[in-house]
T-cell receptor, first 114, second 113 residues
Framework: NAGVTQTPKFQVLKTGQSMTLQCAQD?????MYWYRQDPGMGLRLIYY???????DKGEVPNGYNVSRLNKREFSLRLESAAPSQTSVYFC?????????????FGQGTRLTVV | GENVGLHLPTLSVQEGDNSIINCAYS??????FIWYKQESGKGPQFIIDIRSNMDKRQGQRVTVLLNKTVKHLSLQIAATQPGDSAVYFCAENLSGNTGKLIFGQGTTLQVKP
């Protein structure tokens, strides 16, 4: 079982370049999330998608856009990368709240903007 | 070993001792809390969770305690092993519908052989 798969694992961008981080889950989860993790800090929510066709801003959405392409895939786009966006990005998914809700995380994408 | 306060990011314990990792959460309306373990180069992994209608929940070698009065959460690891070395995050759920999680800063647990 693959779980949550993120691509790429590593990326170096020049300031001003654009790129899309891909995320796919095979657990039939409704909700998907994008977080960033900076050194010595916890994860901060960028955007989330409660279900296919919906997206909402999290704590730190500026400079990012997202697309919930279908139930499986949730992509994060940087239109014009800035050094402040150097971080490790994690995608996560959860099933609808029934009894308990547990997020499954991908392995992360380490992005460096120079 | 135990970490105290909000700004002590590293806890060092001897193998075999019990570890206590503390966390203060921010929103009194949060109704669901989770502890995650993150090993180097990996995404966070679920350890244990607790709902706000409970004070204590036990898993295998781990116990989570919730004190809603002071908005405090703790993770106790019994007989700490080298494989427990990781960063531990608490997270609170601010929304009952979307499952949006707010993470704490994390505590690095170092287990000395």
């Amino acid at each position: 079982n693959a779980g949550v798969t993120q691509t790429p694992k590593f990326q170096v961008l020049k300031t001003g370049q654009s790129m899309t981080l891909q995320c796919a889950q095979d657990m039939n989860h409704n909700s998907m999330y994008w977080y960033r993790q900076d050194p010595g800090m916890g994860l901060r929510l960028i955007y989330y998608s409660a279900s296919e066709g919906t997206t909402d801003k999290g704590e730190v959405p500026n400079g990012y856009n997202v697309s919930r392409l279908n139930k499986r895939e949730f992509s994060l786009r940087l239109e014009s990368a800035a050094p402040s966006q150097t971080s490790v990005y994690f995608c996560a998914s959860t099933r609808p709240r029934v009894a308990v809700e547990k997020a499954f995380f991908g392995q992360g994408t380490r992005l460096t903007v120079v | 070993g135990e970490n105290v306060g909000l700004h002590l990011p590293t806890l060092s314990v001897q193998e075999g001792d019990n570890s206590i990792i503390n966390c203060a959460y921010s929103n009194s309306a949060s109704d669901y809390f989770i502890w995650y373990k993150q090993e180097s180069g990996k995404g966070p992994q679920f350890i244990i969770d607790i709902r706000s209608n409970m004070d204590k929940r036990q898993g295998q070698r781990v116990t989570v305690l919730l004190n809603k009065t002071v908005k405090h959460l703790s993770l106790q690891i019994a007989a700490t092993q080298p494989g427990d070395s990781a960063v531990y995050f608490c997270a609170e759920n601010l929304s009952g519908n979307t499952g949006k999680l707010i993470f704490g800063q994390g505590t690095t647990l170092q287990v000395k052989p």
